[in-house]
């Protein structure tokens, strides 16, 4: 573990709070810059997580907490992994080297764990909307303090922060929005003239001036309203011509900037200058993700997020030789569009998650980034595939929770046939509660018409994308942990699965294993050890979640008197619970017991940490199954 102890910070380890910067000078706060960097640097290097987001807001980290009186004042992160820095200095510097490990600091915004952490985040495009209750609620109850909403490392792509934008234009209300823009998807104007425009226009005396003259028009006898409307204009031409917010002041915020970022002189005299207007503010800043680390500057998609050198009490995944599924998946994708020109892939913002970067360069004309826009990207599949293309959209579980009136008005009730790839589906590991992939069974399995299946290993994947290619009914869901593919060959002729079949990986006499996905080689390795034990296991590969193999349920109702059932998911409304029904429903008298995700929200941690503590490891499993004897 590494810590200030054996590193010289000389005012980090000073800062226990945000009330510790303000005595500081500015050198002190430029100095206090590069050590958070180094201190982030030094860290992540070992435990893994965040890397380049962080390191591109270290500077707006410090002057926020400068100018701001937090926690009374409120700062709403977006995108939460944007917000190490923040965290170090609102009093867990110590706790920081436990980040995104097991019953240590979570790698996003979470409000349990500290009054600075204002509104959760995890997701993007949501710190606009959330700053804005936050200030209604401030007018509401009659209190006073500022609310900043700090947006950006795409999220600004989403539909979500518009849609608050918007809101917020009209309301009125005291809040500022910072756009942190890392990837130019606003252009902005470069250069001594930026600079001058900027300066003129967070000038208090600037403000002041173009407050009083428009107040002063509405004393005129006559022409008042001419006059303003020339002005007005006067205003707006100049600004569209030279500054890049005209959009953002039509929508009802004072736009200013862009300026530097990542200049902490220039940031401290913005911020000082309009923390107080009373109407929405934008400010516009220009950062350079993976500040102060060459090779994440160059590639800030590769060191987004690292693995670390896991020099700590971590345990570590166990290293696996065949591919992950998201990386079978695209190779998979392109063997697709190879062989059937109908085909696209569609994602939101997650190229690289979602392994499509090869499919991305080999077929660029057939792959759609949309940006962090989930539910356009379902419905644009529908679009897509009205006009007879065969779109697959790759998409995280837990985003596409975010997209579900889409699914079922835009896909489902017109029968569309939309393949979704859902990556992260269960455990996403050291991401946590936000990220894991609890509910896509119980969400998807409740549509009708939809079809819901789970491969066990990447070989499977492969026999499932081709199903799906040929299913024409309506949607298809295919859905898979990340987590090794197990077994990928991408060899031999590829096999059409029937729709609902499950297969018997092995058989068995005393009791009966359903398992979804992977999980159906934990259900063999407990089976091989049941059976030194005398109990004789039937492990069922459950592909299909949805249709059941009804078949297969007769026939056991007659053949066990205990059934388990095994999925990386929510219990409440899912696999285990459906198959119970459905037993039940015909006459089943035994014994069932479904293995899943309880009724809560489940830590971070490792893939091995996390199954052992909801007992969904072999020895969970193994024990879970003796007491029924």
């Known amino acids: 573990m590494i810590s200030e102890t054996n590193m010289d910070y000389k005012i ?72 190490y820095a923040h965290k170090i200095l609102t009093g867990r510097r110590d706790k920081f080297h436990t980040i995104r490990q097991y019953q240590g600091l979570s790698g996003f915004l979470k409000r349990s764990e500290s009054e600075y952490d204002s509104f959760g985040a995890g997701h993007a495009s949501t710190s606009i909307s959330a700053a804005l209750g936050i200030a209604a609620g401030r007018d509401q109850n009659n209190t006073d303090f500022r609310v900043v909403a700090v ?27 910072i756009l942190n823009d890392n990837k130019m998807s606003i252009s902005p104007n470069v250069g001594a003239m930026r600079t001058y425009l900027n300066r003129i226009q967070t000038n208090p005396l600037y403000n002041r001036i173009r407050d009083e003259v428009w107040n002063w028009t509405s004393t005129l006898p006559i022409g008042k309203y001419a006059i303003r409307m020339g002005l007005k204009k006067i205003e707006e031409s ?24 990542n200049d902490l002189d220039e940031l401290v005299t913005t911020l000082q200058n309009i923390k107080d207007i009373k109407t929405p503010v934008l400010l516009h800043i220009n ?42 998946f695209g190779e998979l994708a392109c063997e697709i569009a190879r062989n059937r020109q109908d085909t ?110 789970a491969p066990k290993n990447g070989n499977e994947l492969r026999h499932l994308l081709y199903t799906a290619l040929n299913y024409n009914e309506g949607p298809f869901t295919i859905r898979y942990p990340k987590a090794s593919a197990v077994e990928f060959t991408r060899a031999g002729q590829v096999e059409l699965l029937p729709i609902g079949s499950w297969a018997v990986e092995r058989p068995g006499s005393d009791i009966a294993i359903l398992a979804v996905g992977p999980l159906v080689y934990t259900a063999l390795e407990v089976a091989e050890k049941l059976a030194q034990k005398g109990i004789s296991c039937e492990v069922v590969n459950c592909r299909f979640v949805k249709p059941f193999d009804n078949k297969y349920l007769n026939n056991i109702i007659k053949r066990f008197t205990k059934i388990v059932t095994l999925e990386e998911g929510a219990l409440t409304g899912g696999f285990g619970e459906g198959a119970l029904n459905w037993l039940n429903n015909h ?20 893939r091995r940490e996390l199954l052992k503590l909801l007992k969904m490891d072999s020895n969970g499993l193994e024990k879970s199954i003796q007491s029924l004897f």
């Open 344 to 453: 696209v892939c569609i994602t939101a913002a997650m190229r690289e998650g979602t392994g499509l970067a090869p499919y991305a360069q080999e077929f660029p004309t057939r792959y759609f980034d949309v940006g962090i826009a989930e539910g356009h990207a379902v419905t644009f599949a529908g679009g897509l595939a009205t006009e007879n293309i065969r779109p697959i959209v790759a998409v995280y579980s837990t985003f596409l929770q975010r997209a579900y009136d889409h699914i079922i008005h835009d896909i489902a009730i017109q029968r569309l046939p939309v393949i979704f790839c859902l990556d992260r589906a269960g455990l996403a590991r050291e991401d946590g509660p936000t990220h894991h992939g609890s509910f896509d069974l119980v969400y998807l399995r409740m549509i009708p018409k939809m079809i819901v299946a």
């Open 151 to 177: 947006i950006g490392d795409g999220a600004m792509t989403g539909g979500l922060a518009f849609e608050g934008i918007n809101n917020a234009g009209s309301l009125r209300k005291q809040i500022i929005v």
């Open 238 to 261: 100049l600004k569209n011509l030279l500054v890049p917010g005209i959009l953002f002041d039509e929508l009802g915020f004072r736009y200013f900037g862009p300026i530097d970022g």
């Open 287 to 328: 950062t350079k993700k993976g500040k102060g680390l060459g090779v994440a500057e160059t590639d800030p998609v590769k060191y987004h997020g690292i693995s670390g050198n896991h020099n700590s009490a971590q345990e570590p995944e166990p290293q696996s030789l065949v591919p992950s599924f998201q990386d079978a």
């Open 12 to 83: 980090l380890s000073r800062i226990h709070s945000p009330a510790d910067l303000k005595p500081l000078s500015l050198t002190d706060l430029k100095l206090l810059c590069q050590e958070l960097r180094d201190y982030i640097i030094s860290i992540v290097n070992e435990t893994g997580g965040h890397l380049a987001p962080t390191l591109g807001v270290i500077e707006l980290t410090v002057a926020l907490h400068y100018v701001y009186d937090m926690p009374i004042d409120k700062i709403v992160w977006d995108v939460g992994h944007q917000a």
């Open 587 to 606: 006459g089943y008298k035994g014994q069932l017991l479904p293995v899943g995700f309880p009724d809560e929200f489940v830590t971070h941690g490792t």
